[in-house]
């Protein structure tokens, strides 16, 4: 099995959905590069190897017919990525609100089974917000279980704000969702010297698996994937590119994505698998570490034939309680404000308008290119792909929130700089924050 093939494959199905988001190839994902020997940095050829990849019944697997959506923020275009697989919003720096990615997470269900050849399976999420609502009724949790339930594997990033963080960002700290955490591999393939990330965020408790905790860890530092040209961190950091294609990164979201496509091999292999069950066999089958926090808390690195060897075994679904969706959009968003002219997003309010929680967790919420009513995107899939020209950034030109300017935004209103949260983060994938000023130099090395 070939990661960045099979990803490859995957982002070849990958969406495009509104908010300056799109649905790409994620950082740790993409192509692999011949320049797989590369010293200081640990190569996606180097990762197939550590979670089991390259032998047995997974080396046979690719991913095919499985549809991964990545939904990302600050995207550029990706040399081998189709044009019209990714959309952008108004730019691409990456300040997005939590009502935008919950329309983005709306739109992958509502289009799962656009493509019958790829049906969308796993959703890679490699994102949190600083919000901390109530789990039985927080609505960014509620739009990951509907994911969920749908029979979408969703894997979302544990955050990078440090062992002592005491909670997961949201969603992964969603009990139902797969929650992962990244590895220090130390510069050898074997994983008897693999460590827990001292910058994946845990949860206040030593039961792994539940009560928000961390589900499963794979590898995610100092990762050499595809560079970006152009990209803001590859202007920010031009220290961290690794020849003329490579770039390395560390982050929770470099894990998600291995996760994510190996939860891909699996439904290739299992394709009437459920979410519960491709997340217990991942669970189960990982490879115990052997010390310190990692083997405090139980948590296990990723091993590919490990959970291929657990698709014979019967799994219970669980018994977790279920988010009602009907609590606040603020208690989503946390402290991650968009902000447009000094005034801050905040309240029942999408970028588009009033929200109600309770209302919208009643019913579909896509109606076409109308996500509660408030015109999005075209209307849709064109029969061979998700057209970036029916998301055309005038479809995003509408009135802005209450409190500012008649006129709607610009782009410079949603430059980086005005994103005050630090958790929306690129942190994720990168440093602490989507923004590119916050981004810690110290995350690309
Ligand atoms: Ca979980
Ligand atoms: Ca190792």
């Known amino acids: 099995m070939n990661i960045g093939r099979r990803l490859r494959a995957a982002v070849a199905t ?7 988001l799109a649905l790409t190839g994620g950082p740790a994902s993409a192509v692999v590069s011949s320049a797989d020997t590369t010293a200081g940095a640990t190569t996606l050829a180097q990762v197939r190897s550590v979670i089991g990849a390259d032998t047995g019944t997974a080396a046979t697997l690719t991913g095919k017919g499985v549809g991964v959506a990545l939904i990302d923020t600050g995207v550029a275009s990706v040399p081998g990525l189709p044009a019209a697989q990714i959309v952008n919003g108004p730019t691409a720096t990456g300040a997005v ?12 269900v509502q289009h799962r089974n656009d493509d019958p050849a790829n049906p969308i399976r796993v959703l890679n999420l490699s994102y949190g917000s600083g919000g901390s609502g109530q789990s039985w009724t927080d609505p960014l949790q509620f739009a990951v279980e509907r994911a969920w339930k749908a029979g979408i594997v969703v894997v979302a990033a544990a955050g990078n704000n440090g062992n002592a963080a005491g909670t997961l960002t949201n969603p992964a700290t969603d009990d139902w969702v797969l929650a992962v955490g990244a590895t220090a591999t ?3 393939t074997a994983t008897g010297d693999d460590t827990l990330a001292t910058f994946t965020n845990l949860a206040s408790t030593t039961t792994a698996g539940v009560a928000g905790q961390v589900d499963l860890l794979a590898p995610g530092t100092s990762i050499a994937s595809l560079r970006v040209p152009g990209s803001n961190v590859d202007n920010l950091y031009p220290s961290a590119r690794v020849g003329e294609t490579l770039f390395k990164g560390s982050g929770t979201s470099q894990a998600t994505a291995v996760v994510s496509a190996a939860a891909a091999l699996l439904l290739q292999a299992k394709p009437a698998a459920t979410p519960n069950q491709v997340k217990d066999w991942l669970i189960k089958g990982a490879t115990a570490l052997g010390t310190g926090t990692a083997k405090t808390l139980g948590l296990a690195e990723l091993n590919v034939n490990g959970a291929l060897a657990r698709t014979g075994t019967t799994v219970t679904p669980p018994a977790l309680q279920a988010s009602s969706g009907a609590g606040s959009l603020q208690g989503s968003r946390g402290t991650s404000y968009l902000t447009l002219d000094g005034v801050k997003l905040t309240g029942e309010r999408t970028v588009w308008g009033p929200f109600s929680s309770i209302q919208w967790a009643a019913a579909t919420s896509w109606s076409g290119g109308l996500w509660l009513g408030y015109r999005l995107a075209g209307d849709g899939w064109t029969g061979t792909s998700w057209a970036s020209k029916t998301w055309a950034a005038g479809t995003w030109s509408a009135a802005p929130w209450a409190g500012s300017a008649a006129t709607g ?4 209103a949603w430059s980086g700089r005005t994103w005050s949260g630090r958790t929306w983060s690129a942190g994720t994938w990168s440093g602490r924050t989507w923004s590119s000023d916050g981004w810690s130099a110290t995350a690309w090395s």
């Open 14 to 20: 990958a969406v495009a959905v509104p908010a300056g």
């Open 186 to 188: 130390n510069g050898t």
């Open 97 to 108: 609100d939590v009502s935008q990615m919950i329309a983005a997470l709306d739109w992958v």
């Open 409 to 412: 935004w610009s782009d410079p």
